[in-house]
């Protein structure tokens, strides 16, 4: 048998996966694993039992002035956002990091070989999900939580100022979590290092900020996820030191770009 008759031909497309084929491979698994609907099924109930939880101990009639002045309906209705995006995030590093740990990653990279590609594919199919189910259960929630609501405590309602805004960032700051959280697991590739990372990038900082001066930390918790959401979900009165919500939401989104970004470094320059 000659050399060239143990010579196989490449097909010409094989290996050359455009971004919808490489989607789809991506949409199917992350449908396929179970940990996509219990960790979204915990994303569900976080959000929806705690807003009725909360908004039902709500007692107007003994509330101070000062409470009165600073209630606010909508913030209120997601504090289940606490659990969320912790449960988003951790989807986020699994979306990835269980490919690296049971091999398939290099079953995917043979597929495409196009690494950066297949990180985007992935992000983009990451995105729109949990976007969709933040979105559906952020307003499910709020609704939940003015209902759980008893007079004659304000209730708030889609069209009173700021509401709209909050609850339409309520839906999408998880999702921004779980693309750092991918970003993130791209770069660690071990599921417990990169979750660790997440909370870290969460709530580390603000610990870090305690022993310092109140000028500092009100300098630097303006530019920190966790109280740029604060800021985003509420609708009567401003968080002090905060950047606004528009502002805020663009440096989240640029805190994922760069997660991202330095995940497909990371995929492009080291080995499967």
């Known amino acids: 048998m000659t050399t060239a008759a143990l ?14 084929s490489v989607a789809r491979m991506e949409w199917l698994k992350l449908r396929s694993v179970r940990s996509t609907w219990w960790t979204l099924l915990v ?37 289940g956002l606490i659990i969320g995006q912790l449960a988003i995030g951790v989807l986020g590093v699994l979306a990835i990091t269980t490919e690296f740990s049971s091999g398939m990653i290099r079953a995917t990279f043979a597929a495409a070989p196009r690494r950066p590609l297949v990180l985007a594919a992935k992000a ?51 999702a921004l979590i779980g693309l750092i ?11 417990a290092g990169a979750i660790s990372a997440v909370v870290g990038v969460l709530f580390v900082p ?17 530019f920190l996820p966790m109280p740029i959401a604060a800021n985003s979900i509420t609708a009567v009165k401003p968080v002090p030191h905060s950047l606004p919500p528009g502002l805020g ?4 989104c640029l805190y994922a770009a760069a997660a991202l970004a330095a995940g497909t470094w990371a995929l492009a320059r080291r080995d499967a």
């Open 7 to 20: 010579t196989r031909v490449p097909s010409p497309t094989e290996g050359h996966y455009g971004f919808r």
């Open 43 to 79: 994303f569900a109930a976080g959000m929806i039992a705690l807003a009725i939880l909360v908004m039902a101990q709500q007692h107007w009639t003994t509330m101070s002035a000062a409470d009165r002045a600073s209630f606010d309906p909508t913030n209120n209705s997601f504090v």
């Open 124 to 174: 983009a199919v990451f995105a729109s999900v949990t976007l969709a189910v933040g979105e559906v259960l952020a307003f499910a929630a709020f609704a939940a939580g003015q209902a759980a609501l008893t007079a004659p405590a304000p209730h708030a309602a889609l069209g009173q100022p700021g509401v709209l805004r909050a609850v339409l960032m309520a839906g999408a700051y998880p």
């Open 181 to 191: 959280g991918l970003g993130l697991g791209a770069v660690i590739r071990h599921a």
């Open 206 to 222: 603000q610990l870090i900020l305690i022993p310092l001066g109140t000028s500092i930390q009100n300098a630097a918790r303006q």
């Open 249 to 252: 939401f663009a440096l989240l």
